[in-house]
């Protein structure tokens, strides 16, 4: 099946600096999700981009297809930033929307 | 607009004991709808899917079950738990297609004692 893998595993950040998180999957893909998992467990959807770039407030994010990854740019960044970043993905053969997650990106925004 | 819920939040249960926690989609109708197990650490694994109605397919052979008695209604059940069966479950919800974009509940932590 397709591997998903996400890098850096752990990330530190002083209040107000940019990050860029990375996702690099194994196959073609039809789904490309971004999500911040809270304190809570919950995962919040921050982007759907299986190609291309969207922006939303102070988070972007770039999925290069043909190359076969995906960025998330965390700029400003802020306490409430803090938390587990996954990225997942269904194979471009896959039926549905069966997600294959990546181990996550755990990131700490320090005041 | 679309909305799951799922519950209980938390659950402890004693090793052996049955288990069924339950979610529910609206807003939207013949939804494909996901189980997915977060064990301690942070991956998320897939367990199991539905296309409709009494369409489940497991994706992991395990101690655990689940069925779609109606259209928008998805349960994970065990008849005995056992202690690795503890994490975090999740279930979610697409539109029916390829690729199409997933939403997930607020997750159920079950803890087996």
């Known amino acids: 099946g397709i591997q998903v893998e996400q890098s850096p595993p752990d990330l530190i950040l002083q209040e107000g600096a940019n990050s860029t998180l990375r996702c690099n999957f194994s196959?073609?893909?039809?789904?490309l999700q971004w999500f911040h998992q809270n304190p809570w467990g919950q995962l919040i959807n921050l982007f759907y981009?299986?190609?291309g770039t969207k922006q939303n407030g102070r988070l972007s994010a770039t999925t290069v297809a043909t190359e076969r990854y995906s960025l998330l740019y965390i700029s400003s960044s802020q306490t409430t930033d803090s938390g587990v970043y996954f990225c997942?993905?269904?194979?471009?053969?896959?039926?549905?929307?069966?997600?294959?997650f990546g181990k996550g990106i755990t990131l700490s925004v320090r005041p | 607009s679309q909305t799951i819920h799922q519950w209980p939040a938390t659950l402890v249960q004693p090793v052996g004991s049955p288990l069924s926690l339950e979610c529910t989609v609206e807003?939207?109708?013949?939804?494909?709808l996901y189980w997915y197990r977060q064990a301690a650490g942070r991956g998320l694994q897939l367990l199991f899917y539905?296309?409709?109605?009494?369409?489940i397919s497991s994706e992991v052979p395990q101690n655990l079950s689940a069925s779609r008695p109606q259209d928008r209604q998805f349960i994970l059940s065990s008849k005995k738990l056992l202690l690795s069966d503890s994490g975090f479950y999740l279930c979610?919800?697409?539109?029916?297609?390829?690729?199409?974009?997933?939403?997930f509940g607020q997750g159920t932590r079950l803890t087996v004692v």
């Open positions: 979610a919800w697409s539109r029916q297609g390829v690729g199409t974009e997933a939403f």
């Open positions: 196959d073609s893909v039809n789904n």
């Open positions: 981009i299986p190609s």
């Open positions: 997942a993905a269904t194979p471009y053969t896959g039926a549905n929307s069966k997600l294959t």
């Open positions: 807003g939207t109708s013949n939804p494909n």
């Open positions: 539905s296309v409709g109605i009494g369409q």
